[in-house]
């Protein structure tokens, strides 16, 4: 996984159908999708529940490019080696999910996957000051995290001050909630490389009708370069 800070758009399997998901992947690469993000809920640190390594691991053999699983859940530790087993190439635990973020992105690293760190629309960009050097990605949550189709919540403020503190460091930005046409502009200008979009990416097609999978990405990548 070479870095690159060039804009990449990660659909949200969340807003996939959820009995095809090895369809629905393998439609949405061919459609242009850089990575392939998988929300991972627990039903305890948000209020739904999607599915755990058993899934991730299946769906592992359908994505070819990168698979940036998101755990909304809580604790974290004791699962992360399910997930480097399931095949993550990006782990992301969010630093509101237990007391000790430092030793969590350590032991995603030392599990041979790409540490990310996450952080809710009400936590402060310093929450992540002193784990810089432990992170590839800054997860920036643009909505309350535990379900897809929200309404945007504007970060541009904490992913300035986070593309700031980063410097030349190789970490990646991830905006993750309510990403669409309309806000990719908004997030991009501050400094987002990665965007996440669930249900801007996956309205209006199908995996059997997936052009309007294309279209969405094309026209959400446009906005954010644009
Ligand atoms: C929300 C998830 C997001 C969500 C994005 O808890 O972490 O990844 O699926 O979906 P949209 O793009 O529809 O807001
Ligand atoms: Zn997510």
């Known amino acids: ?8 758009i990660a659909p949200s399997i969340l807003a996939a159908d959820f009995a095809n998901f090895g369809a629905e992947v393998r439609a949405v690469e061919a459609e242009g999708a850089d990575w392939i993000h998988v929300d991972v ?4 640190f948000v209020p739904n529940l999607t599915f755990g390594p058993p899934m991730v691991k299946a ?9 940036d699983v998101h755990l909304m859940i809580s ?3 004791a699962y992360i080696a399910a997930f ?3 095949g993550a190439d990006v782990l992301t635990a969010h630093v509101e999910a237990g007391p000790h973020i430092h030793r969590t992105l350590q032991a995603i ?3 041979g996957m790409k540490a ?4 809710n629309p009400g936590t402060p960009a310093g929450a992540v000051a002193h784990v810089l050097d432990l992170c590839d990605l800054i997860c920036v949550m643009t909505v309350n995290p535990g379900f897809g189709g929200q309404s945007f919540i504007d970060m541009s403020d904490k992913i300035a001050e986070l593309r700031r503190v980063i410097g030349d460091r190789e970490i990646h930005i991830e905006i993750d909630g309510g990403v669409d046409v309309k806000t990719a502009p908004t997030v991009a200008r501050a400094g987002a ?6 249900s801007a990416v996956f309205r209006g097609g199908s995996v059997g009708d997936p052009a309007p999978y294309g279209e969405n990405i094309r026209a959400i990548r446009a906005a954010a370069e644009g």
């Open 116 to 119: 990310g760190v996450a952080l």
């Open 59 to 67: 769906l592992r053999r359908h994505v070819t490019t990168v698979m």
């Open 84 to 86: 480097a087993d399931a």
């Open 75 to 77: 604790p974290v530790d």
């Open 41 to 44: 809920m627990d039903g305890h």
């Open 193 to 198: 490389d990665v965007l996440v979009a669930g």
């Open 109 to 111: 690293r030392g599990a």
């Open 1 to 8: 996984m070479a870095f690159d800070r060039s804009i990449k």
